[in-house]
C-alpha cells in the first residue's frame, strides 16, 4: 500500500467537480497533509493547477495515479472543520470544491501561477550570444525567473515577445509554474543576542544597545534605534563583531491598531429585561449543545449590551466569538464596542479593509493571537477553532446572502459551525425575518424579548405625510413643509437628524420629450441615473458611464428632461432650504475611499454636521444620542414591487429608520413620506407593531405558498443571445420534467415556466429564470445537482451559464 491524496483542485467546471486521487512522493509525505495547498498535474495535458489536500488515503501500489508536483503550506490552511464545511458547501449551494476553498481563505492568500523558466539540466551552453545571456542568468538564479523579471536585466527582452518560447522549443530552457501569492507577508528588522561571549572593548554606543537588548531579550530595530539614539551602523558593527544578530518577523497589518486601548472588562448596568434576556440566553448557552435563539427587541432596547455580556461570559470560558452586521456602515460602532471591552482580542473582517489587512487579521485569528471575529458576512468563515457564541446582529438583511457563487447565507453557515462546535447561535432583530420568527413560534429557536427602550428613552412620535397633497399645494420638492418645519425646529433646537432616500444619484430617469424614448445603459436593460458630481450618467448596475448629452441620441432633439430624485438632488435640496445646516449625505458614492463611513460617522457623532441624508446605510443599527429626527423622503419605493418579500422589507426599512429617533435622553419624532398613506404597514411600522404584521404577512405566506411553508429555488440562465437563454432554459425544463417523472415521482415541488428576470440584460448577458417551490431537502438537492451536471452536455447550448440559487434574496 502505498499513500494517496484526494485534492480538490481549482478551475473545474460543476458537472465535472470532485476529488481528484494524487500519490503522495516519498520526498513530500511529511509536508503532504489535510488542509496544505498542492501543485498538481491535471488534464490530458498534465497542466499545472492548484489544489488543496482534503483527506489521505491508502492505495493499492499498482494502481496508477499521477504524483504531487509540490507541497506549497507549510502548515495547513484549514481544519478539520473547514474541510467538512467545503463538502458542506458544495452540498448546499452547488458550488465547486475549490469555489468552497476560496470563501474560507482571505483574497491575500490566493495563489496564482505564473510562467516562469529555467535552464534545462543538460544544455551548458548556447552558441547564440542573445541566448547565452538568458541562460547565464538563469543559472545563477535559484529558484525559475519570470519574463518580465528577465527583462529588467536584459531590457532587449521586452522587444522580442517570442524569443524565450523559441528557446523553449529548441530545448535550451524548460517552462514551469511559478505559485505566488497576492499578497506578501509584512515583516519588521528584530535584533537579538547571540549566544557569543560579548567582546571586550565597546563604545558607549554599543554598550547602550547590549544593554536594551539584556532587558528586552530581542527588539525591533527601529525601536532600538530609537530608545537608544544609535544609527543601524552601530548596530550592524555589533552584528559583524559576533554580539547580536538581525532576523525577520512577521507583523500583522492591523487597521485598528490605534483604537485597541486596554480593555475594559467593568460590567455596566442592564435593565430589568435586560437582565432576564442575559440570563435566559446563558441558560441556553451553560446546556454545552448547540442551540439557536432569537433575541428580539424593539430598536433602541439595548440588544448590543445583552449579547457584550454574554460575550464575557464565552470567553471567560475561554472559547471564541463571531459578531456578524450586515452594512460596513455598521462596522465602526460594532468594533468600537468590541474594541473598547477586549482590546486586540480583536479581529475585524470586512471588504472596506485592503487585501493585506484581511490576510493578517486572518492571520491573528488562526494563529490564536485574537478570538473574537467581528465583522460583515465574511467573518463567520473566521478560522476560531473553539467557537462558543455566534451573533447575527439585523439578522433580517439580505447582504448575509451572497449573490454569487457560492450563493450561501450567513446565517446557515452559522448554524453549521454551531453545531460543529456545541456553540449557541443568536439571532437579533427589531424585525425578525419571518422565516426566524416563525421558526421561534415553533420551538426551532428560543424566543427571547427586550419588549421596551433601554431606561428612560421612549419611542418617537411618527406623522405620515401625504405627499399627494403636497403635490397639489405645488410642492415638487422631495422635503414636505412638514418635514422642512420639523427640521427648522430641531435645528433651532442644536439637534440632529437622519433622512433616509434609498436612491443615490441626482435624477433617478433621463428622457425625452420629443420622442419619449427614455436614455438607457447600453449594457443593461435599465435607464441610466444622473450624477451632479461628476455630470455623468451611470448604470448602477454594471458601472457604465458617459457624459450627459445636449440631445436625444435617438432623434436629436434637444428636449431632454431628468425626474425622479437622488441622495444628491435631496442634499442640494437641504442645503438650499437651509443654508446655515451642515448637511452630511453618505451612501455609495460619497463614500468611497476606505474608512469613510468611520470617518463621516465619527464627524456626525462629535456634531460637526447637523442633518444626514443617505441610503439604507443610514437606516440601521446607528445610535446617536443627538438624534431626534428621522423621516423617510420616499417610502413607496420600497413597498410595490412584484417579489413577495417586498412587504417585509418595508417595514423591516421603515421601523430601522423611526427607530434610530430619540435615543437618548431627548423627544423623538419620525416623518414618513408617501403617495399611499392608507397603506396599514405604515402604520404599523410607525407604531413598531412587529407582531400584528408578522400575523398578516405569515397568513399571506401561507395562503400563497411561500417561506417558510416552502423553499424557493431560483435556476438562473444567462448568455448573450437573449433567444438562445430563453430555449436553454426550456430545455432545462424538459430535463427536469423528464427526470422528476422517472425517479423523483415522490419528491413535492411547484416548477413555474421560464420567465425573463426584471432587468432581463445585465452587463451585456441576457437572464432568465425557473423558479420551482419545494422542500430544501437532501433528495431534491439531489434531484437538482444531476439536472446541473447533465444540462452542460447538451453542446447546442454551449455559452449559456446555469445555476442555482436556493431561497434567494429576491425571486425577480
Not at 410642492?475 to 433651532?492: D, F, G, I, Q, Y
Not at 426584471?758 to 431537502?777: D, E, F, H, Q, T
Request: net charge neutral.
Amino acid at each position: 500500500m502505498r499513500k494517496a491524496a484526494r485534492v480538490a483542485v481549482e478551475k473545474t467546471a460543476y458537472h465535472f467537480d470532485r476529488e481528484f486521487d494524487y500519490c503522495v512522493p516519498n520526498g513530500l509525505l511529511e509536508a503532504a497533509v489535510p488542509g496544505c495547498r498542492v501543485l498538481v498535474p491535471f488534464g490530458n495535458a498534465n497542466a499545472r493547477r492548484l489544489g488543496i489536500i482534503l483527506e489521505l488515503v491508502d492505495v493499492e501500489e499498482n494502481k496508477e495515479l499521477k504524483a504531487i508536483a509540490a507541497v506549497l503550506d507549510q502548515a495547513p490552511l484549514l481544519s478539520d472543520e473547514g474541510i467538512r464545511l467545503l463538502f458542506w458547501l458544495k452540498q448546499r449551494y452547488f458550488c465547486t470544491l475549490f469555489d468552497a476553498v476560496r470563501l474560507l481563505l482571505p483574497a491575500g492568500m490566493h495563489l496564482r501561477l505564473h510562467t516562469g523558466y529555467r535552464c534545462h539540466p543538460q544544455k551548458e551552453f548556447s552558441p547564440v550570444e542573445e541566448e547565452e545571456q538568458v541562460m547565464k542568468i538563469l543559472r545563477s538564479a535559484e529558484m525559475p525567473l519570470r519574463p518580465e523579471q528577465l527583462s529588467r536585466k536584459l531590457p532587449w527582452l521586452s522587444k522580442a515577445p517570442h524569443f524565450l518560447e523559441e528557446m523553449e522549443q529548441k530545448g535550451l530552457i524548460v517552462r514551469t509554474e511559478i505559485p505566488l501569492r497576492q499578497i506578501g507577508d509584512a515583516t519588521q528588522k528584530m535584533v537579538r543576542l547571540t549566544d557569543r561571549e560579548l567582546p571586550q572593548k565597546l563604545t558607549l554606543k554599543q554598550q547602550a544597545v547590549l544593554s536594551l537588548l539584556e532587558e528586552g531579550k530581542q527588539v525591533s530595530l527601529k525601536e532600538l534605534c530609537y530608545f537608544t539614539g544609535v544609527t543601524p551602523a552601530v548596530v550592524q558593527t555589533l552584528v559583524r563583531r559576533g554580539a547580536v544578530e538581525l532576523f525577520d518577523q512577521e507583523i500583522f497589518r492591523n487597521p485598528y491598531a490605534d483604537g485597541c486601548s486596554a480593555p475594559t472588562s467593568g460590567c455596566f448596568t442592564l435593565s430589568e429585561d435586560q437582565e432576564h434576556a442575559f440570563q435566559e440566553l446563558l441558560s441556553k448557552y451553560r446546556q454545552g449543545k448547540p442551540f439557536a435563539s432569537l433575541l428580539y427587541g424593539v430598536t433602541g432596547s439595548g440588544k448590543t449590551s445583552v449579547f457584550l455580556r454574554l460575550a464575557d461570559e464565552v470567553r471567560r470560558d475561554g472559547r471564541d466569538v463571531i459578531v456578524m452586521v450586515p452594512e460596513i456602515s455598521l462596522t465602526p460602532q460594532t468594533v468600537a464596542h468590541f474594541h473598547n471591552r477586549y482590546g486586540k482580542d480583536v479581529a475585524v473582517f470586512h471588504s472596506g479593509l485592503t487585501l493585506a489587512e484581511r490576510m493578517d487579521e486572518w492571520k491573528r485569528v488562526k494563529n490564536g493571537e485574537a478570538h473574537i471575529a467581528v465583522g460583515t458576512r465574511s467573518a463567520v468563515f473566521a478560522p476560531l477553532s473553539r467557537i462558543g457564541l455566534i451573533i447575527l446582529d439585523e439578522e433580517q438583511e439580505y447582504t448575509y446572502k451572497s449573490e454569487s457563487s457560492p450563493r450561501y447565507h450567513a446565517r446557515d453557515v452559522a448554524k453549521f459551525r454551531s453545531v460543529q462546535h456545541q456553540a449557541l447561535l443568536l439571532l437579533c432583530s427589531a424585525t425578525p425575518s419571518v422565516e426566524s420568527y416563525y421558526a421561534a413560534e415553533k420551538g426551532q429557536y428560543s424566543l427571547v424579548t427586550l419588549p421596551s427602550r433601554y431606561g428612560t428613552a421612549s419611542l418617537p412620535e411618527v406623522q405620515i405625510v401625504d405627499m399627494n397633497q403636497e403635490m397639489e399645494e405645488g410642492n415638487t420638492t422631495v422635503l414636505s413643509r412638514s418635514l422642512c418645519e420639523a427640521l427648522r425646529e430641531n435645528l433651532e433646537r442644536k439637534q440632529q437628524a437622519i433622512l433616509l432616500l434609498n436612491r443615490r444619484g441626482y435624477h433617478t430617469f433621463v428622457s425625452c420629450r420629443a420622442c419619449g424614448e427614455p436614455l438607457l445603459c447600453p449594457n443593461c436593460s435599465i435607464s441610466l441615473t444622473y450624477h451632479a458630481d461628476n455630470e455623468r450618467l451611470v448604470c448602477h448596475y454594471c458601472g457604465y458611464s458617459s457624459p450627459m448629452p445636449q440631445e436625444c441620441p435617438h432623434c436629436h432633439e434637444q428636449r431632454l428632461y431628468s425626474s425622479g430624485s437622488g441622495t444628491q438632488r435631496a442634499e442640494e435640496q437641504l442645503s438650499a432650504l437651509f443654508p446655515q445646516a451642515r448637511v452630511l449625505r453618505l451612501d455609495a458614492d460619497a463614500a468611497m475611499s476606505r474608512f469613510s463611513y468611520e470617518e463621516k460617522l465619527s464627524r456626525f457623532a462629535a456634531g460637526e454636521y447637523d442633518l444626514i441624508v443617505g441610503t439604507q446605510m443610514v437606516a440601521k443599527g446607528l445610535d446617536f444620542e443627538n438624534v431626534t429626527l428621522a423621516a423617510v423622503l420616499s417610502a413607496d419605493q420600497t413597498l410595490y414591487s412584484d417579489d413577495f418579500r417586498s412587504y417585509e422589507r418595508a417595514f423591516s426599512l421603515l421601523t430601522q429608520v423611526v427607530g434610530r429617533s430619540g435615543r437618548g435622553r431627548y423627544t423623538g419624532k419620525a416623518m414618513i413620506q408617501t403617495y399611499t398613506p392608507e397603506n396599514p404597514i405604515f402604520q404599523m411600522a410607525a407604531s413598531q407593531d412587529y407582531l400584528s404584521f408578522y400575523r398578516e404577512e405569515i397568513a399571506l405566506r401561507q395562503a400563497m405558498l411561500y417561506p417558510p411553508f416552502v423553499d424557493i429555488c431560483m435556476v438562473g440562465f444567462s448568455g448573450q443571445q437573449q433567444e438562445k437563454v430563453h430555449q436553454a432554459s426550456l430545455f432545462f425544463l424538459q430535463l427536469l420534467q423528464k427526470l422528476a417523472a422517472q425517479e423523483y415521482a415522490s419528491l413535492p415541488m411547484r416548477v413555474l415556466k421560464p420567465t425573463p428576470a426584471a432587468v432581463v440584460k445585465v452587463n451585456g448577458k441576457y437572464r432568465y429564470k425557473i423558479l420551482i417551490k419545494c422542500r430544501n431537502s437532501k433528495m431534491f438537492r439531489d434531484f437538482l445537482s444531476r439536472l446541473l451536471i447533465c444540462f452542460p452536455k447538451e453542446r447546442r447550448f454551449a455559452g449559456v451559464s446555469v445555476f442555482a440559487d436556493i431561497n434567494p434574496d429576491s425571486v425577480l
